[in-house]
């Protein structure tokens, strides 16, 4: 396996009343080893859900209906869809963990610091005395560029800052060395000064240790400052995919440029924001066309009828559009 | 650094003690707290608080008005009423304890099954609830104990049983509320195990309106025994009971008003000591509804 991580053909749907409404559609993904990978799209397109059915922990009623995720674990290649819960149990944490939007609320309120990250050492080593497991707490505090580690680790959550918690959100997150980080919006919740510095350190540690990142977000700066590789959701699909600087030098989906010029920026004259006109249409009211199309400024009458397929338009630059490709989706 | 955004349902229990005197820095909760704890200290000390044997009989004491050797007074049958209620606060306290222990576990038990694994399960759970909630507390409680018999334990089994659905309600809302944040996705996402997670991290969170709620049933509990034995299906004589004193009093009103007016004053200072103090903890736990 060439890959860290292979996703094929994810269908996830959800339930409405009795019927399944597909959220996630034919979705393929490759995460490369030691890469740092960006999911982009608004809110809706179905970013988080891929990244909850890679640690396979859709809340009910959603489900995976279709597909296949890969992933190439220190023991050898496993499919994660196809582990028992014992088995995805020892894949969380140890081999991939995850972080979360708002870090104030992802520790429980109730519990010191240092006893959440016990949590996450005991369960995976069990053989594990008190004395090493405060060291190794100590020790990702310190990586994370915690101020007072010892006093941090007797604090409750209510006590800390948001960019504080985030820092230790992501110490639990990599205390048993995973090999990939799904980082679910890590930044949003947080001040701009603290996103830069939050943003760094995940690029440090991924270079410290041999860990993939998948950056999951809707700002495009995160993605510029932090990624290698980008894939652009909409509507539950994939629409653009590629190298980050192909992707902003050479944007070819009208949907990406949307997000690029929807972008602020300081300096330069002012002029009114930008914004894509319309909304993303929720799950069970995609046309058969393009998705884009009611949206789309540069939309044909074939766009309406069939559905662009996602094409490589150069080397390792795909995209989903009819004025790239020709080429219709089976 | 202090956040100023207080967490929802969940603020930390810092310590029985700190808790404990909260409530008692507030002067509802300091009065629920005086209340309940004298009908305690009468359930657990009465035989050494209590004048005379509780059924001994003394024909020619009957009806005897409050004096300085019945203190408040005596019964038809020249038993000692302050004797009587000294016990029955134990009698009242046991079956209320022991009532709410009973709905509090399965309630607990139930919600926690309908709301955190949800699906067929929650809808068969909360549809049996539904049915049990929608008789009327005293007429179930008296059904329960024609079918199976009067008794002390039965009595506390038919309280039991009809105040189970307010707990699964309780502790159900609760565990939604408490599944859907993010700490909980985040210890899945460390990999620990679902029970793991039930009784380390939802559990501990769902404490606060557990304990109100618990707090205020015991004074439904006790509050049903009475009505039960008033009605002559709950405490059966010779136990004490403050519902049946009341009841043998009602024949003598005018003769007698003492034989009434000292269980009522105590049932009535009981439930609303049960009350104010589970009031006081509900603004203790949950500063929301501080206003």
């Given at each position: 396996?060439?890959?860290?991580?292979?996703?094929?053909?994810?269908?996830?749907?959800?339930?409405?009343?009795?019927?399944?409404?597909?959220?996630?559609?034919?979705?393929?993904?490759?995460?490369?080893?030691?890469?740092?990978?960006?999911?982009?799209?608004?809110?809706?397109?179905?970013?988080?859900?891929?990244?909850?059915?890679?640690?396979?922990?859709?809340?009910?009623?959603?489900?995976?209906?279709?597909?296949?995720?890969?992933?190439?674990?220190?023991?050898?290649?496993?499919?994660?869809?196809?582990?028992?819960?014992?088995?995805?149990?020892?894949?969380?944490?140890?081999?991939?963990?995850?972080?979360?939007?708002?870090?104030?609320?992802?520790?429980?309120?109730?519990?010191?610091?240092?006893?959440?990250?016990?949590?996450?050492?005991?369960?995976?080593?069990?053989?594990?005395?008190?004395?090493?497991?405060?060291?190794?707490?100590?020790?990702?505090?310190?990586?994370?560029?915690?101020?007072?580690?010892?006093?941090?680790?007797?604090?409750?959550?209510?006590?800390?800052?948001?960019?504080?918690?985030?820092?230790?959100?992501?110490?639990?997150?990599?205390?048993?060395?995973?090999?990939?980080?799904?980082?679910?919006?890590?930044?949003?919740?947080?001040?701009?000064?603290?996103?830069?510095?939050?943003?760094?350190?995940?690029?440090?540690?991924?270079?410290?240790?041999?860990?993939?990142?998948?950056?999951?977000?809707?700002?495009?700066?995160?993605?510029?400052?932090?990624?290698?590789?980008?894939?652009?959701?909409?509507?539950?699909?994939?629409?653009?995919?590629?190298?980050?600087?192909?992707?902003?030098?050479?944007?070819?989906?009208?949907?990406?440029?949307?997000?690029?010029?929807?972008?602020?920026?300081?300096?330069?004259?002012?002029?009114?924001?930008?914004?894509?006109?319309?909304?993303?249409?929720?799950?069970?009211?995609?046309?058969?066309?393009?998705?884009?199309?009611?949206?789309?400024?540069?939309?044909?009458?074939?766009?309406?009828?069939?559905?662009?397929?996602?094409?490589?338009?150069?080397?390792?630059?795909?995209?989903?559009?009819?004025?790239?490709?020709?080429?219709?989706?089976? | 650094?202090?956040?100023?955004?207080?967490?929802?349902?969940?603020?930390?229990?810092?310590?029985?003690?700190?808790?404990?005197?909260?409530?008692?820095?507030?002067?509802?909760?300091?009065?629920?707290?005086?209340?309940?704890?004298?009908?305690?200290?009468?359930?657990?000390?009465?035989?050494?608080?209590?004048?005379?044997?509780?059924?001994?009989?003394?024909?020619k004491a009957r009806f005897a008005a409050p004096n300085a050797t019945f203190w408040f007074g005596t019964d038809n049958f020249g038993r000692d009423i302050f004797s009587r209620i000294v016990y029955g606060a134990r009698v009242s306290i046991i079956v209320g304890v022991v009532a709410v222990s009973i709905a509090a576990g399965f309630g607990y038990l139930f919600g926690l099954i309908a709301g955190f694994f949800e699906g067929k399960a929650e809808s068969v759970i909360m549809m049996v609830?539904?049915?049990?909630?929608?008789?009327?507390?005293?007429?179930?409680?008296?059904?329960?104990?024609?079918?199976?018999?009067?008794?002390?334990?039965?009595?506390?089994?038919?309280?039991?049983?009809?105040?189970?659905?307010?707990?699964?309600?309780?502790?159900?809302?609760?565990?939604?509320?408490?599944?859907?944040?993010?700490?909980?996705?985040?210890?899945?996402?460390?990999?620990?195990?679902?029970?793991?997670?039930?009784?380390?991290?939802?559990?501990?969170?769902?404490?606060?309106?557990?304990?109100?709620?618990?707090?205020?049933?015991?004074?439904?509990?006790?509050?049903?025994?009475?009505?039960?034995?008033?009605?002559?299906?709950?405490?059966?004589?010779?136990?004490?009971?403050?519902?049946?004193?009341?009841?043998?009093?009602?024949?003598?009103?005018?003769?007698?008003?003492?034989?009434?007016?000292?269980?009522?004053?105590?049932?009535?200072?009981?439930?609303?000591?049960?009350?104010?103090?589970?009031?006081?903890?509900?603004?203790?736990?949950?500063?929301?509804?501080?206003?």
């Amino acid at each position: 396996m060439n890959n860290l991580l292979e996703i094929r053909n994810l269908r996830i749907t959800t339930l409405r009343g009795k019927s399944k409404v597909l959220l996630l559609d034919k979705v393929d993904l490759d995460i490369p080893h030691k890469c740092s990978f960006g999911i982009v799209g608004e809110s809706g397109c179905g970013k988080s859900i891929t990244a909850n059915a890679i640690m396979n922990m859709l809340p009910y009623p959603l489900s995976i209906s279709d597909g296949d995720i890969r992933y190439d674990s220190r023991n050898g290649e496993v499919e994660l869809l196809k582990l028992d819960k014992k088995a995805i149990r020892a894949i969380r944490g140890q081999e991939i963990s995850m972080i979360f939007q708002e870090p104030m609320t992802s520790l429980d309120p109730i519990f010191t610091v240092e006893m959440q990250m016990y949590e996450a050492l005991a369960f995976h080593h069990p053989a594990m005395t008190r004395q090493e497991m405060r060291d190794r707490a100590l020790e990702m505090l310190h990586r994370v560029n915690i101020p007072r580690p010892e006093q941090t680790l007797a604090s409750y959550p209510h006590q800390l800052s948001g960019g504080q918690l985030q820092r230790i959100m992501i110490a639990i997150a990599l205390i048993n060395d995973p090999r990939l980080l799904l980082a679910d919006e890590p930044t949003t919740a947080l001040d701009v000064t603290i996103q830069a510095q939050i943003l760094r350190l995940m690029n440090d540690l991924k270079e410290q240790n041999d860990t993939s990142i998948v950056m999951i977000t809707h700002d495009l700066g995160v993605i510029a400052e932090t990624c290698e590789e980008v894939a652009v959701f909409y509507a539950g699909q994939i629409v653009e995919q590629a190298n980050v600087m192909e992707l902003f030098h050479h944007t070819a989906h009208p949907y990406t440029l949307g997000l690029l010029q929807a972008v602020t920026s300081l300096g330069g004259e002012s002029r009114m924001l930008y914004t894509i006109p319309g909304i993303v249409p929720p799950g069970g009211q995609w046309s058969q066309g393009c998705r884009f199309a009611d949206r789309c400024a540069r939309c044909t009458e074939r766009c309406r009828e069939a559905m662009p397929a996602l094409t490589e338009i150069s080397p390792g630059h795909k995209c989903r559009c009819f004025l790239n490709s020709e080429e219709v989706e089976a | 650094m202090k956040r100023e955004k207080k967490p929802v349902i969940n603020r930390a229990l810092p310590g029985n003690e700190s808790l404990l005197r909260q409530l008692w820095n507030d002067p509802m909760g300091r009065a629920g707290m005086i209340g309940v704890g004298l009908v305690i200290l009468l359930a657990v000390f009465a035989p050494w608080i209590a004048r005379f044997e509780v059924g001994k009989m003394n024909s020619k004491a009957r009806f005897a008005a409050p004096n300085a050797t019945f203190w408040f007074g005596t019964d038809n049958f020249g038993r000692d009423i302050f004797s009587r209620i000294v016990y029955g606060a134990r009698v009242s306290i046991i079956v209320g304890v022991v009532a709410v222990s009973i709905a509090a576990g399965f309630g607990y038990l139930f919600g926690l099954i309908a709301g955190f694994f949800e699906g067929k399960a929650e809808s068969v759970i909360m549809m049996v609830m539904d049915i049990i909630f929608a008789f009327p507390h005293i007429l179930l409680a008296l059904f329960i104990v024609a079918v199976l018999g009067k008794s002390i334990v039965n009595t506390m089994i038919a309280i039991g049983i009809v105040n189970i659905p307010v707990f699964t309600r309780t502790v159900r809302a609760s565990v939604k509320t408490v599944k859907s944040t993010d700490y909980i996705a985040n210890a899945r996402s460390i990999g620990l195990k679902k029970m793991a997670i039930l009784f380390r991290h939802v559990t501990p969170n769902i404490l606060a309106p557990f304990t109100v709620q618990a707090t205020l049933a015991l004074s439904g509990a006790i509050l049903t025994e009475a009505s039960m034995s008033f009605l002559g299906l709950g405490i059966q004589p010779p136990d004490p009971s403050w519902g049946s004193m009341l009841s043998d009093a009602r024949k003598y009103m005018e003769q007698a008003p003492w034989m009434a007016i000292f269980p009522a004053v105590f049932i009535i200072v009981t439930i609303l000591s049960f009350n104010i103090l589970g009031d006081a903890l509900r603004d203790v736990l949950d500063p929301k509804l501080k206003l």
